[in-house]
């Protein structure tokens, strides 16, 4: 058992009421086929009321889970062949976790990153074809966090969400928010599938030496964005997103310390930066917003070296206009997947990332949840007072979610220890005013 966990138990919900037989098989889509295989994780913090006695909550967690998901019935199937999902009622997992030691104000005060991951199923059992996995962990203290698990081939961060906030629903009993938000489960039709095996070969690369991957959390509140969001502004980005200006703040920062390094070794790298951006409302015509699946496209910046060096607000200007780009034209593309994919192949010889095998392409990876309704969620006891992720060991990996307040970003960055000292450096000087902006 876990450091303070005292009881675990695991069971297998299934819907209330059984899928209906024309609705048994739901095809995947193109988006779909792009999402990486992994399992995403969100956890959601209560302070409850319930006492030691958790058996009433835990009924109500439990019942209202089996009735939403007759209504996201693809999450109590199995994925098959990675291109389909048999929607077989054949449940979801459902874990139940007592800590009686864990405080759920310490967690949430002074959270320790690597810990995190007690509150949510690792990943499902089986062989990764379950679409969900819930623990419910109750507290000592009488809190409670939901750790919720996706399997990223059946869902993007906003899917995921609509979901969690309609079994909040359930569980208080509230039927009309269920009744209009109903999720529409066609995104194949708009995306239908295509054959992506040329589009996933890549030249072969030198190994690299291990790396440690650190994770770290950086809160940047309503000041510390006003700051970055004016030193951002300039005749080409004269009203910067708080996306766009912490995107090129970690860019700025990780650009730097790889050039330091890059001195050294005597190589100049081509640097990226890619955000998931949510398409519903960008295409044309609109898809409903209760569109379930991945939604979503990857909009690519890059810049060459740090030869002459670039400035902060400049590459806000370059991470602009590359999530500008996922425009009507770029998701019309994306709907004929096939022309999309031999768009965007990689050209082995051509392509100027590798050389001699080894690959010069410094990647950070962005997603944002900042916008996602997660603090909505009430399951009849109030609002989070806190939602979070878990720590991940993928290179450059940064997550945006918003604050409770609704005017902040948590940055969760997963990076190499060194480079993220740099981060930690600018972080630092940051909070000592604005002023510090200008060594941007």
Same mark, same amino acid.
């Given at each position: 058992?876990?450091?303070?966990?005292?009881?675990?138990? /695991?069971?297998? #919900?299934?819907?209330?009421? +059984?899928?209906?037989?024309?609705?048994?098989?739901?095809?995947?889509? @193109?988006?779909?086929?792009?999402?990486?295989?992994?399992?995403?994780?969100?956890?959601?913090?209560?302070?409850?009321?319930?006492?030691?006695?958790?058996?009433?909550?835990?009924?109500?967690?439990?019942?209202?889970?089996?009735?939403?998901?007759?209504?996201?019935?693809?999450?109590?199937?199995?994925?098959?062949?990675?291109?389909?999902?048999?929607?077989? &009622?054949?449940?979801?997992?459902?874990?139940?976790?007592?800590?009686?030691?864990?405080?759920?104000? =310490? #967690?949430?005060?002074?959270?320790?990153?690597?810990?995190? /991951? /007690?509150?949510?199923?690792?990943?499902?059992?089986?062989?990764? =074809?379950?679409?969900?996995?819930?623990?419910?962990?109750?507290?000592?203290?009488?809190?409670?966090?939901?750790?919720?698990?996706?399997?990223?081939? #059946? %869902? =993007?961060?906003?899917?995921?969400?609509?979901?969690?906030?309609?079994?909040?629903?359930?569980?208080?009993?509230?039927?009309?928010?269920?009744?209009?938000?109903?999720?529409?489960?066609?995104?194949?039709?708009?995306?239908?599938?295509?054959?992506?095996?040329?589009?996933?070969?890549?030249? +072969?690369?030198?190994?690299?030496? +291990?790396?440690?991957?650190?994770?770290?959390? @950086?809160?940047?509140?309503?000041? /510390?964005?006003?700051?970055?969001?004016?030193?951002?502004?300039?005749?080409?980005?004269?009203? +910067?997103?708080?996306?766009?200006?912490?995107?090129?703040?970690?860019?700025?920062?990780?650009?730097?310390?790889?050039?330091?390094?890059?001195?050294?070794?005597?190589?100049?790298?081509?640097? %990226?930066?890619?955000?998931?951006? &949510?398409?519903?409302?960008?295409?044309?015509?609109?898809?409903?917003?209760?569109?379930?699946?991945?939604?979503?496209?990857?909009?690519?910046?890059?810049?060459?070296?740090?030869?002459?060096?670039?400035?902060?607000?400049?590459?806000?200007?370059?991470?602009?206009?590359?999530?500008?780009?996922?425009?009507?034209?770029?998701?019309?593309?994306?709907?004929?997947?096939?022309?999309?994919?031999?768009?965007?192949?990689?050209?082995?010889?051509?392509?100027?990332?590798?050389?001699?095998?080894?690959?010069?392409?410094?990647?950070?990876?962005?997603?944002?949840?900042?916008?996602?309704? %997660?603090?909505?969620?009430?399951?009849?006891?109030?609002?989070?007072?806190?939602?979070?992720?878990? =720590?991940?060991?993928?290179?450059?990996?940064?997550?945006?979610?918003?604050?409770?307040?609704?005017?902040?970003?948590?940055?969760? #960055?997963?990076?190499?220890?060194?480079?993220?000292?740099?981060?930690?450096?600018?972080?630092?000087?940051?909070?000592?005013?604005?002023?510090?902006?200008?060594?941007?």
């Amino acid at each position: 058992m876990v450091s303070g966990e005292i009881s675990k138990s /695991k069971e297998i #919900v299934k819907p209330s009421s +059984p899928t209906p037989p024309d609705l048994k098989k739901l095809q995947l889509s @193109f988006l779909d086929q792009l999402a990486p295989p992994i399992y995403i994780h969100i956890i959601l913090y209560f302070e409850s009321s319930h006492d030691s006695n958790y058996e009433t909550t835990s009924r109500k967690l439990q019942l209202s889970l089996s009735d939403v998901l007759t209504i996201y019935y693809p999450l109590a199937g199995r994925i098959r062949e990675n291109s389909w999902v048999d929607c077989n &009622d054949a449940g979801a997992e459902y874990i139940e976790t007592l800590f009686n030691d864990d405080k759920i104000l =310490d #967690v949430i005060e002074n959270p320790k990153i690597e810990e995190l /991951k /007690k509150y949510v199923p690792a990943a499902p059992s089986g062989n990764g =074809d379950i679409p969900l996995a819930v623990q419910v962990n109750f507290f000592g203290c009488r809190g409670i966090a939901i750790g919720i698990c996706v399997s990223h081939m #059946v %869902a =993007d961060a906003m899917s995921m969400v609509m979901f969690i906030n309609a079994w909040a629903a359930a569980c208080r009993q509230d039927m009309i928010t269920i009744a209009v938000t109903q999720p529409s489960f066609d995104l194949s039709s708009r995306f239908p599938l295509a054959d992506i095996s040329s589009f996933l070969a890549l030249p +072969p690369q030198l190994p690299r030496p +291990p790396e440690k991957i650190v994770s770290k959390r @950086f809160v940047f509140d309503k000041q /510390k964005l006003t700051a970055l969001k004016k030193a951002a502004s300039g005749p080409l980005v004269a009203h +910067p997103t708080r996306v766009e200006a912490v995107s090129a703040f970690i860019m700025k920062c990780f650009i730097e310390a790889v050039t330091m390094k890059d001195k050294i070794n005597k190589e100049k790298r081509i640097f %990226a930066a890619t955000h998931v951006v &949510d398409i519903r409302q960008r295409a044309t015509p609109p898809l409903p917003h209760q569109f379930f699946g991945n939604a979503c496209a990857r909009a690519m910046a890059t810049a060459e070296g740090n030869e002459p060096e670039l400035d902060y607000y400049e590459l806000a200007i370059i991470l602009r206009e590359a999530i500008r780009k996922t425009d009507v034209d770029y998701i019309r593309r994306l709907e004929n997947g096939e022309k999309f994919l031999k768009y965007y192949s990689v050209n082995e010889e051509n392509d100027p990332v590798f050389k001699d095998g080894r690959k010069l392409l410094e990647l950070c990876s962005f997603t944002s949840w900042s916008r996602l309704p %997660a603090y909505e969620a009430d399951y009849g006891w109030g609002r989070p007072l806190w939602v979070s992720i878990i =720590d991940v060991p993928q290179k450059n990996l940064i997550s945006f979610l918003g604050t409770k307040s609704g005017d902040g970003i948590e940055v969760w #960055v997963n990076m190499v220890e060194e480079d993220m000292a740099m981060i930690e450096t600018y972080y630092n000087l940051l909070n000592q005013g604005e002023s510090t902006l200008k060594l941007l």
